[in-house]
């Protein structure tokens, strides 16, 4: 018998060596899966599956505790760096369908695919129902890296709706799984477990709501009033919000909500160390994914899904093509989308590590069956990866609602400024053909408050007297405007073939918001009612979108499509004109016009 110290420590060095080997593994792939196009969780996901007793690997991993507790920690990490990344201006753009779709979708979708799942399985209402509560969820996860894999670009308010309702859903999910697990172990009557359900409902939305704004004001006043090393910085503010999470849920308010608002908070205010904090989030989410779907597919035996498999695809199945698609057009019913964009938001439901991570309650609970109710999330899980998840770019192609690509702005850097400026500092690295190099450096076109601060070439300084003309290579750190960030990022770094691609994807010929809409009709001969001759582009664009408008945004009126191009402070400055028939433009409906024709015509 060996030494216990020895073995201890083999077991403790084998865990390290494994885990850090399949997370570099995981990595190393995930470059290879985005060149084909495979969703870079379902790799993750592949890779815990091969690693687990049924594959390759041969790791007996069974202990659902132990993947509850890390599934927690994980998902309130991701749920914090999602609330960072989100803006307040899209919050206050998308908040109420957002909403929408993480309560009343979320039940509708919840109460179909529990119908579904009796039917399917054979069980009774409420195992059914606890099935579609598992699986109603989208994940925040798969969203937010889905949704802007390999530089697609979809409309703010689209985009923004669905990451919102992914990082506002799981606290409704997880409410319907405890109610129905609570009504399925209770024995005290059905008027008894009524009413708990009621007060665990208003406890998990009020109580995270209250914690996470909360906590989240109380990070942002902590970290502005204290004076630490920069590296501890995004330390405590992991440390709060994780504290947040587990005080809202000893107190079984969700922590999840009071997490994701509490990142919210502090993303959308200024505040000390900002690109520090973002910067440690985004690596700290990225490993908090890779673990996870990691211990997940550690968790999974492959051999144990195909005992109920026809059963188990039927649902996955039913959930995409009938679930989803009904809960979103019934939850966006009073709010102003497209078709398309409903269309679109009906099929990115993806489902990640949430449903798995929820189909384990169950398990710890005891609930009967409990394995059927795991094994059927994770077939959902993957086959949305599979099916959803490889055809997000290509939805929004089919259905018309790709924007340009926004260049990655890979060469700015952040740089800090105290809280009382009102203007952000960074610096670029000017590219190979970018627009700034057409221009004498005395005519640069700048926007509004913006101020070239130096230029470094070569490591020296340069002194305007010396500066005829940018060149490639040139460091500009300059200051600016929050919102007119992105326009430098084009200044410097973008091709002008990017530019050139922007004017024809966003409309043939292009107005400035204050024209006169009855111009613009007299010129294209367009039909229009007399109180519309007094009104401006601007005016006439958000009235019918509610108000606000993004770019992407569009506008039908008679034959043609108004699309809005630029829009500064809530005002749309520029707009295209789109003239070309929407049949012809967009392949979907080209698909759809054709096959009416030909009925028509026999």
Known sequence: ?????????????????????????????????????????????????????????????????????????????ILFDGGLRTQRSAFKLAMWPALSLATIGVVVTAGIAGAIACWALGVSWLPGLLIGAIIAPTDAAAVFLLLHARGTEISKRVSATLELESGMNDPMAIFLTIACIELMTQTGGGSMGVTHVVMIFLTQMVGGAALGLGGGYFLLWLINRIEIAAGLYPILAAAIALTVFAGAQLIDASGFLAVYLTGLVLGSNRHRAQQVISRFHDGLAWLAQISMFLLLGLLVTPSALLQNWSAEILIALALIFIARPIAAFVALAPFRFSWRQRLFMAWVGLRGAVPIFL????????????????????????????????????????????????????????????????????????????????????????????????????????????????????????????????????????????????????????????????????????????????????????????????????????????????????????????????????????????????????
Not at 65 to 75: E, I, Q, V
Not at 466 to 490: G, K, N, W
Request: glycine share 8%.
């Open 1 to 77: 018998m060996g030494n216990p110290l020895e073995l201890i420590n083999q077991v403790i060095f084998q865990v390290i060596f494994v885990g850090a080997l399949l997370v570099a593994v995981s990595i190393l792939l995930g470059m290879v899966s985005s060149r084909v196009g495979a969703p870079l969780l379902l790799v993750f996901l592949g890779l815990g599956m091969l690693a687990g007793e049924d594959g390759p690997g041969r790791i007996a991993f069974s202990d659902f505790r132990t993947t509850y507790f890390a599934g927690s920690m994980a998902l309130a990490i």
């Open 359 to 602: 189909a384990s309650i169950p398990v710890i609970a005891d609930v009967p069956n409990a394995m059927t109710f795991f094994n059927v999330a994770f077939v959902v899980v993957i086959t949305s990866l599979l099916i959803q998840g490889w055809t997000v770019s290509p939805a929004a192609r089919f259905l018309g609602l790709e924007l340009p690509p926004t260049p990655e702005p890979t060469d700015r850097q952040g740089i800090d400024l105290p809280l009382s400026a009102d203007r952000e500092a960074a610096s670029w690295r000017v590219g190979h053909r970018s627009p700034a190099l057409d221009s004498l450096y005395a005519d640069l076109t700048l926007p509004r408050r913006t101020r070239i601060i130096a230029v470094i070439r070569n490591g020296t300084v340069m002194s305007r007297d010396m500066l005829e003309r940018l060149e490639v290579d040139d460091y500009v750190i300059a200051l600016t405007p929050p919102q007119y960030v992105i326009t430098l990022d084009r200044m410097f770094t973008t091709p002008l073939e990017t530019r050139r691609s922007l004017a024809a994807d966003l409309g043939e010929f292009v107005f400035h918001g204050d024209v006169a809409i009855g111009r613009l009709c007299e010129m294209y001969a367009i039909p229009f009612e007399p109180l519309m001759l007094s009104e401006t582009l601007d005016e006439f664009m958000r009235t019918r979108l509610g108000g606000s408008a993004v770019i992407g945004d569009r506008v039908a009126i008679g034959p043609v499509e108004l699309v809005v191009r630029d829009v500064d402070k809530a005002k749309i400055t520029r707009v295209g004109l789109e003239i070309e028939p929407a049949e012809e433009r967009l392949p979907a409906l080209r698909l759809l016009y054709r096959l009416t024709s030909m009925f028509r015509q026999a």
